[in-house]
């Protein structure tokens, strides 16, 4: 004897529905749109520095800029500052962890950019091109 089956109706796996950009994803591109912090970042990369040697490695910055970013990155705790008191004292900054694991991305992010990017590089200007009419 066979028990009579209930027919249920199927369910279908519906993905969440996007209500928008995603707000890390503001948020990172917020912090990477400000001049000169992906630079700073990957000079970091390279090891803990102080205010010139960091100059050096990015051409361009002015020292008062760079001290802007550079307090803004530690305000975030993307960097760190040691301050070495002494005759020569100086002020080390260096990734933080949450720096470094800004490593990874940004791995991925200069693989993307050598296989998709023109090596030319792109328009000086901040506006996005326009559709010719």
């Known amino acids: ?17 996007s209500t928008g950009t995603p707000p890390a994803v503001i948020r990172a591109f917020a912090l990477l749109s400000r001049r000169w912090i992906g630079l700073i970042l990957t000079a970091l990369a390279k090891g803990p520095a102080d205010l010139a040697q960091i100059r050096e490695r990015i051409p361009g910055i002015s020292d008062r800029m760079l001290a802007q970013r550079l307090q803004e990155l530690t305000a975030i705790d993307l960097v760190t500052q040691d301050a070495q008191h002494g005759p020569s004292s100086r002020t080390h900054y260096a990734l933080s962890p949450h720096g470094n694991a800004f490593l990874i991305p940004l791995a991925a992010l200069l693989v993307w950019a050598e296989d ?3 090596a030319g590089g792109l328009p000086t200007s901040d506006q996005p091109p326009t ?3």
């Open 116 to 118: 998709h990017l023109p």
């Open 1 to 17: 004897m066979t028990t009579p089956q209930h027919s249920q109706p199927v369910r279908r796996y519906e993905p969440p529905r």
């Open 131 to 133: 559709p010719d009419r």
